[in-house]
């Protein structure tokens, strides 16, 4: 049964990554990956994006982005810059994010970054989004 904490968590989930990923992302799990699934569900998004009141959902995006781009994680990088979009984090917003990553870093850092936020923002202009 599920607890409200990851009932809490998937909601966010979804509306930060998308309904599709979230999906995909169940429909996938196996008896392998089943627990792991249901603690990042549970803890990181219903137990830290969670918390109310405290920080916002762009804040927590654009952490999320300096963090995973400093710890070399394009995936999640470009997980996250979809849903950084998602939150309403500008591209001007992103930019200072990145060169922060880049001075404190490294440029190696920030190039990365900054070549996956390039590619997520061509193919969301291209799908449409207004940015």
Request: glycine share 8%; hydrophobic share 45%.
């Amino acid at each position: 049964m599920a607890s409200e904490k990851f009932e809490r968590g998937l909601k966010i989930r979804t509306e930060v990554l998308g309904k599709d990923y979230v999906e995909k992302a169940t429909k996938n799990v196996d008896d392998f990956n089943r627990e792991f699934q249901q603690m990042v569900t549970e803890y990181c998004w219903g137990g830290i994006w969670g918390r109310e009141g405290i920080i916002s959902h762009k804040q927590r995006s654009m952490l999320n982005l300096a963090m995973l781009a400093a710890l070399n994680r394009p995936h999640e990088f470009e997980l996250h810059m979809r849903g950084a979009l998602n939150n309403k984090v500008s591209l001007d917003e992103i930019r200072e994010v990145l060169m922060q990553v880049a001075v404190y870093c490294g440029i190696p850092a920030g190039v990365e970054a900054f070549r996956i936020a390039r590619k997520v923002i061509a193919e969301e202009k291209a799908a449409g989004a207004k940015l």
